[in-house]
């Protein structure tokens, strides 16, 4: 069974779960257990951090007890906190898996590019004060594109066997105070976007000018880059596959954000 699940990671300690059960995973998996009548293990498509939110992340379980699909929504949604939802349940063969039939991930970084902090986008959005040019971090981020060594944006304890990903799409849009990063790659690194994103404000910033990027980038030094950025902005906005699984697709929408941002 493959499930769709959208969550506001600010109240979790990320998707994996942990021994106190603060893990949307092992929330996901007590709710699915009660459908269940028996323990139910989950593999999910992206593995995310604390704080950071999912709008299509993918998962799969096996289960040899059979339930309408209406149980695996409604019902698993009923033994969910408010903060987590199934957005729907699809039964898929053997084959499926939800990480490794991924041909791609899509991110989006929400920024709030203004004075003063957010307050009722709190833990929704990233903030950073100063104002930040657009023209100069897109110039920048065209630089990611193509399949590169991203050891520079890294995680030190992240456990990817390979740091080479490709990056298909970095798209940079600004809505009113609100900048949004768009990343599209076969994969991301443990930290990948939050890094890519720090770096970038360095540029718009006026800190280091676009070609910046480049040498951080061919050098592979996670030192070079800028600090890892707030997780708040971050949002794991769609898992896709190639077509012969017919996965329904998960809403895209932002909170208080239009819809249009996720295009």
Request: aromatic content about 10%; glycine content about 8%; some cysteine.
């Amino acid at each position: 069974m493959a499930l769709g699940i959208e969550y506001d990671g600010s109240g979790f300690c990320g998707w994996q779960t942990q021994s106190g059960g603060c893990a949307v995973q092992d929330r996901l998996e007590q709710a699915c257990a009660g459908i269940a009548g028996m323990p139910v293990k989950t593999i999910c498509a992206g593995r995310t951090d604390a704080g950071v939110h999912a709008l299509g992340q993918v998962v799969h379980f096996d289960c040899p007890v059979e339930r309408p699909l209406s149980a695996w929504v409604r019902g698993v949604n009923a033994l969910l906190p408010p903060a987590m939802a199934v957005t729907w349940a699809q039964p898929v063969d053997e084959e499926f898996h939800a990480r490794f039939s991924a041909r791609a991930r899509v991110y989006r970084y929400v920024l709030l590019n203004a004075p003063v902090r957010p307050a009722a986008d709190h833990g929704r959005v990233g903030w950073f004060h100063q104002p930040l040019d657009v023209a100069r971090m897109r110039e920048a981020a065209a630089m990611l594109t193509g399949e590169h060594d991203f050891s520079a944006f890294r995680a030190a304890e992240c456990q990817a066997q390979s740091p080479v990903r490709t990056m298909h799409e970095v798209s940079i849009v600004q809505s009113g105070p609100y900048v949004i990063f768009g990343f599209r790659a076969n994969a991301f690194l443990h930290h990948m976007v939050r890094n890519l994103v720090g770096s970038l404000v360095y540029v718009g910033k006026g800190k280091h000018d676009p070609q910046w990027l480049a040498g951080v980038l061919r050098d592979r030094d996670r030192a070079q880059a800028a600090p890892t950025f707030d997780a708040s902005g971050l949002y794991l906005a769609r898992v896709e596959y190639e077509s012969r699984w017919i996965l329904p697709e998960s809403r895209a929408e932002l909170p208080r954000l239009a819809c249009e941002i996720l295009r």
